[in-house]
T-cell receptor
Framework: DAKTTQPPSMDCAEGRAANLPCNHSTISGNEYVYWYRQIHSQGPQYIIHGLKNNETNEMASLIITEDRKSSTLILPHATLRDTAVYYCIVRVYGGYQKVTFGTGTKLQVIP | NAGVTQTPKFQVLKTGQSMTLQCAQDMNHEYMSWYRQDPGMGLRLIHYSVGAGITDQGEVPNGYNVSRSTTEDFPLRLLSAAPSQTSVYFC??????????????FGQGTRLTVV
């Protein structure tokens, strides 16, 4: 599996866009990028995933660079409830697989 | 729709005791897994299952057993609890067998303390 690298922590002002980066320079062509978040020791929550095209849903946008070696999760208007640890995961589509999490980025949204 | 249900939410064990953490899902998911999370760390995979009767080890399987006799249930057994197993345990399930093309659903966790 491709390894991911995320900054340990970030701050964002409430109402502003939060941009969370993830490096996955060894990603393979068949590996997807997934984002999850964990709010205050609750179970992790799925946010979004993508292969090579940019993706958007009601929670966030995912921007994947053309070479796919990095990606950015964008929360367009961060609220205090978005304070959480955000995990970037790279996984192969299909087949038996282990899914591992790193240590993620602690996002603190500031009033 | 309950999703993924873990019981108990909290547990205190003495060293050497055994116990089973329960995980049940009502979404007919084939893929289920167990993670542990220690303070300041991410989630580490203990065991996973891609269907009834099929299990495999994750990153940190020692001291834990699993079985998958039904699609719905995936219990995690601590054989002889040790203080190093003090952690928060999360169970997760997802739809396609072995495929994480869709979102995974997590339970709310079991906070285990071994004294």
């Amino acid at each position: 599996d491709a390894k991911t690298t995320q900054p340990p922590s970030m701050d964002c002002a409430e109402g502003r866009a939060a941009n969370l980066p993830c490096n996955h320079s060894t990603i393979s062509g068949n590996e997807y990028v997934y984002w999850y978040r964990q709010i205050h020791s609750q179970g992790p929550q799925y946010i979004i995933h993508g292969l090579k095209n940019n993706e958007t849903n009601e929670m966030a946008s995912l921007i994947i660079t053309e070479d796919r070696k990095s990606s950015t999760l964008i929360l367009p208007h961060a609220t205090l409830r978005d304070t959480a640890v955000y995990y970037c995961i790279v996984r192969v589509y299909g087949g038996y697989q282990k899914v591992t999490f790193g240590t993620g980025t602690k996002l603190q949204v500031i009033p | 729709n309950a999703g993924v249900t873990q019981t108990p939410k909290f547990q205190v064990l003495k060293t050497g005791q055994s116990m089973t953490l329960q995980c049940a899902q009502d979404m007919n998911h084939e893929y289920m897994s167990w993670y542990r999370q220690d303070p300041g760390m991410g989630l580490r995979l203990i065991h996973y299952s891609v269907g009834a009767g099929i299990t495999d080890q994750g990153e940190v399987p020692n001291g834990y057993n699993v079985s998958r006799s039904t699609t719905e249930d995936f219990p995690l057994r601590l054989l002889s609890a040790a203080p190093s197993q003090t952690s928060v345990y999360f169970c997760a399930s997802t739809t396609d067998r072995g495929r994480w093309s869709t979102e995974a659903f997590f339970g709310q966790g079991t906070r285990l303390t071994v004294v």
